[in-house]
């Protein structure tokens, strides 16, 4: 027996399965700093291993790993629980210590009936709903998938309740709610406009580059998933230097080229993971297929102090942690990897890859196709033209010619001879 997801749920299910008489085998978890958890190891690739339990709270991503997992999944029953005879309880649901399922209830695949809660007679819970501890839904209650009924919320009998919703904790619910809202109190109302807690269907998405940038794109995928907003797709890396098929990380493998990229059939949005202006620059020349997109992937963790005076165009990677102030402008294909902040009216052209720890100061203008190194600044009101190399931990502080690299502090051009 496996449960994928080491955390806090976690442990209540292997309390569960033991009173069963049941042994967890091992975890698995996307987190390498987790290496055993209740003395059971944890894992970090999965291959293959089942049956499973997917032991994580937050309904987004237990739908995502339940669509990765193509294996058997366990359900669970703790002894203590009283399961009607003909309720039906799909693959991957557990139904926790002194929970109650009544008669003719149909609950679905990767369901949590949590502690003490109660879905009474003729209920339809669809998949990936979490019924919190001691929440009360009388019967004929509809919940759709993906919804999330806090603890001691109740929910009068045959109301309907929508997908992705959140019923905030002690919750009255005595009206039908509204796919994705948020709504709580007692009556329970909707309290935001319906949209902010379904995540966003995005599509298809790949990787082109499958170097340390590619793998670090690929997390940062996984991280905008999980934060509930977007949901993509990851299909695998594009790469002209390996063979098809090879296995890149835990992520997923190579799918070809730059033939097979032009050959597409369907829409696929494309990320350019590699660290080199210039040939970020010919790569996105190469690419004809019409069907390819170029979204802005941005970590969920990137700060800006005014939207209403930020600027953005397409296909630009910004890693965690980046911070802009007010009236930033930033063009295409850029890569802020992580840590960077750039002051007030600072404007950045296309193909630039800042390196961790990048400062621009305010007003500040940079071209394209400049590379700027880790932990380097640009004082405020220097421009920066084309084709710059800036090295690590260097200080600009005068404008610099094109098309050569200036380190040190103050920043000098440098000369190879
Ligand atoms: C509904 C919920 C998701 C809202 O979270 P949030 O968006 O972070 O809301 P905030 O904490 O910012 O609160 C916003 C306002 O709503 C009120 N509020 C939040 N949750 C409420 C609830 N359950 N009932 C009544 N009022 C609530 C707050 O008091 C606050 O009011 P104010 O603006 O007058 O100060 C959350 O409060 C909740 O109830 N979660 C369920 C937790 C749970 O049951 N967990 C079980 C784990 S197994």
């Given at each position: 027996m496996y449960l994928y997801g080491a955390s806090g749920h976690a442990r209540v299910i292997?309390?569960?399965l033991s009173a069963s008489g049941l042994k967890v085998d091992a975890m698995f978890d996307d987190d390498v700093?987790?290496?055993e958890l209740m003395s059971i190891p944890v894992r970090h690739h999965w291959q293959g291993?089942?049956?499973i339990i997917i032991s994580i709270g937050n309904n987004v991503t237990r739908k995502q790993i339940a669509e990765k997992l193509n294996c058997e999944f366990f359900t669970a029953i703790h002894p203590?629980?009283?399961?009607?005879?003909?309720?039906?309880?799909?693959?991957g649901s557990v139904v926790m210590q002194g929970a109650i399922v009544q008669s003719g209830t149909s609950i679905g695949r990767h369901c949590i009936i949590n502690t003490g809660a109660s879905v009474d007679h003729e209920c339809v819970i669809e998949d990936y709903v979490h019924v919190s501890p001691k929440a009360t839904l009388c019967g004929n209650v509809h919940v759709g998938?993906?919804?999330?009924?806090?603890?001691?919320a109740v929910v009068i009998p045959g109301v309907k309740i929508g997908k992705w919703c959140t019923i905030g904790a002690g919750s009255v619910v005595v009206s039908d709610i509204p796919d994705g809202a948020i709504a709580y109190g007692n009556p329970c109302r909707v309290r935001?406009?319906?949209?902010?807690?379904?995540p966003k269907k995005m599509g298809r998405i790949a990787i082109y580059g499958a170097g340390g940038l590619g793998r670090e794109v690929a997390g940062g995928i996984e991280r905008i998933n999980k934060a509930g907003t977007e949901l993509w797709d990851f299909v695998g890396f594009y790469d002209d230097?390996?063979?098809?098929?090879?296995q890149v990380s835990h992520y997923g493998s190579i799918l070809g080229g730059m033939d097979e990229l032009n050959a597409i059939q369907e829409p696929l949005a494309l990320a350019i993971a590699i660290g080199t202006p210039q040939i970020r620059i010919s790569l996105v020349g190469r690419i004809t297929n019409p069907l390819i997109t170029y979204p802005n992937l941005i970590a969920p963790s990137f700060r800006v102090l005014d939207p209403k005076t930020f600027k953005i165009g397409k296909g630009n990677i910004i890693q965690d942690n980046c911070s802009v102030t007010c009236d930033i402008v930033i063009g295409d294909f850029n890569v802020l990897n992580g840590s960077n902040a750039l002051g007030h009216d600072v404007t950045v052209g296309s193909h630039n890859v800042f390196m961790p720890g990048v400062r621009l100061s305010g007003e500040v203008i940079v071209g394209d196709c400049n590379l700027m190194g880790v932990d380097s600044v640009v004082l405020q009101k220097i421009s920066v033209g084309n084709n710059i190399t800036l090295g690590a931990g260097s200080v600009?502080?005068?404008?610099?010619?094109d098309n050569a690299t200036y380190i040190g502090v103050p920043a000098k051009k440098f000369n190879y001879e």
């Open positions: 292997v309390d569960m700093s987790i290496k291993e089942s049956p203590s629980a009283v399961v009607s005879p003909s309720a039906r309880l799909g693959d998938e993906g919804a999330w009924i806090g603890a001691a935001n406009d319906g949209k902010h807690c379904q230097g390996l063979p098809i098929g090879t600009l502080m005068t404008k610099p010619k």
